[in-house]
């Protein structure tokens, strides 16, 4: 069993915090040691997760609070929304919590960004602790303090930059992972390679196959490379003024996919995959890399049972769902481009480019 | 006709702000000079206040930015809420505004709070100014960053504390505020005198009656004062960690008879000043301040029009209702209350002394 990895995401005025990463971390107890104190607790978790892990949780959280209750959301983005929102409200309110009350958020990546979304506006603001349990969780969406819910005219539109007390990446969770869910975990894992270290890039073609059979110790070295290298980014550009829009890459095509096929059809990782092919070849087309890189960055995507084709929604729509996107300014839709391997930056790409590059991947 | 003041916020990393104070603000370009650029604001405010104002703002915004939307929100407490708020991202997703997009919030406290939390949470965070048009709004809550909407069980309890670029008070839009709107106003002047400001207290009492005939001279100092002490205050405790905490004098009883009597029958400084009266009597059955203190408030405040005695809500109801209060803490509820004429702090209180106080006070 691999030991505990730490990962610490540095930021100031007391708001850095750690990710631990391994194997039995629910049931140690040094996991919810030091947290802040309060009279009650709040397990958030969804359907699926919530008979797993949450009475375990529960558990071994009564050693530190005196009251824990558990509050269990639909599952899936699908419900990534202001009704699911409301339900946390209502019940912290129903329950007269008061705002010392610390929220636990059990659950992949809607389950972490609702719950920290939760946590930021309640009386304006409470502590909170991801327990991400997918491995899209543990390796991007419970680190780095992006919470958000989706509004029907785009993904992750309502939201606020709100920081974790803590993040506990409990690898054993994983083995509960549906193999759809750890393919689209890979996603995540796959982008940082080309944005910022092609060495991570030549690791992940080299483990595949390991990381497709669970292995412990090669997911484990995963999850924790990944958070570095997203600690690294935060710990610059907490707010996304300009360098951490590169932990971006894929996501502006994928946004449009997960918001025009309705969310929930294709997951998040899926809708991610599909996008980083593309903007490989956006970037290809903007002079940026060569034609192998595309070809490359495919084959993996492909290897790791990703889509690589985007649904075919039509250029226009297309278009009209990423003019929305949070990156774009003054109109103009802009990507994160591959500028050499292990390098991304944030381009205004024309929508000819954009239109080319669709129809060229048959999303016409 | 008097000069425009101007009290400086002081908050730490680039978030320190101006409150500007004065006749005739609203045509005075260098009211919108100097503020982020963009490519489009948008003013929000309500059905009573968008017909006086909301044209002439746009008049003047279009010489900054090249598109200047309105969202017209139905007007009072009543519609602090979701739905309302709602309106405001459906215009802003609905045009594909992007992240750049300047909020102006033209109204009273109600579309100040709506529209910061608005620009707190839209795609994280986009800049917003106050154009407060009520002397409640001006006084206080345009200033220091609270911003929020109702829920069902609570009032403000959904919320983010995020600073404005500007503040805009333009004395001139007084004139067209109903007289029980400025009475309202008014409690929450007289609240900065005992909690921080002796001589201040003295000063309102010397001069209600010009207050209450809208002398705009007069009417300008009390502003310029209010902002003042809040001013102070927050620049030392931005998030309510402890001092700020004072500001709400009044305000435990205040929130429970308006949530209690349901949003938008008493206005908010018409509960306030009944919660000061309550809150000046609790303090002195505390021991904290001798007899004549409780009368001389309830004086003043009986003066300014206002209400001295809390709605029959019955006592277990007023408790209930003040449990949910954000300052209560594991089950206790917590108070404002006067340690001295000028000098305020929070008291946990016991229910029998609260329950006798509102007895006392005829509420059961």
């Not at 809708?271 to 002079?287: F, K």
Request: charged letters at 25%.
């Amino acid at each position: 069993m691999p030991a505990t990895d730490t990962v610490r995401i540095p930021l100031p005025d007391d708001r850095a915090y750690d990710i631990r990463i391994g194997s039995g971390l629910l049931d140690e107890p040094a996991s919810w040691q030091g947290l802040p104190k309060a009279a009650a607790a709040v397990i958030v978790s969804n359907e699926t997760v919530a008979p797993l892990y949450a009475e375990r949780l529960r558990e071994r959280l009564r050693s530190v609070y005196a009251r824990v209750d558990i509050v269990v959301l639909p599952d899936g983005e699908a419900h990534k929304d202001w009704a699911s929102l409301n339900r946390i409200f209502d019940h912290l309110l129903g329950q007269a919590l008061d705002r010392k009350t610390v929220l636990f958020a059990l659950g992949g990546g809607v389950i972490g960004d609702m719950t920290g979304f939760a946590a930021a506006v309640y009386m304006r603001g409470v502590p909170f602790v991801q327990v991400p349990t997918t491995l899209l969780a543990q390796v991007d969406s419970s680190v780095g303090g992006k919470t958000a819910i989706n509004h029907p005219l785009g993904k992750n539109m309502l939201g606020a930059f709100y920081q974790p007390e803590r993040v506990i990446a409990d690898l054993d969770t994983l083995d509960s992972l549906p193999d759809r869910e750890l393919r689209a975990g890979l996603a995540e894992v796959i982008k940082y390679g080309p944005i910022a270290d092609a060495g991570f890039l030549c690791w992940i073609e080299d483990n595949l196959d390991a990381l497709l059979a669970r292995d412990k110790a090669v997911l484990g070295y995963a999850v924790r490379r990944s958070c570095e290298i997203k600690a690294e980014v935060v710990g610059q550009d907490e707010k996304e003024q300009g360098l951490r829009a590169i932990l971006n890459f894929g996501h502006t095509i994928g946004h449009a996919i997960e918001s025009g096929m309705g969310y929930g059809k294709w997951l998040h990782g899926e809708a991610v995959a599909c996008g980083m092919v593309l903007a490989a070849d956006l970037s290809r087309r903007s002079g940026l890399v060569p034609d192998g890189f595309v070809e490359r960055l495919r084959a993996l995507v492909e290897r790791a049972g990703l889509p690589t084709a985007p649904p075919k929604l039509g250029i226009e729509r297309y278009l009209t769902l990423m003019r929305v996107d949070k990156k774009a300014e003054a109109g103009a839709i802009r990507f994160v481009l591959i500028e050499g391997l292990g390098r991304a930056g944030l381009h205004a790409v024309p929508d000819a480019r954009i239109a080319e590059t669709l129809a060229a991947h048959g999303a016409a």
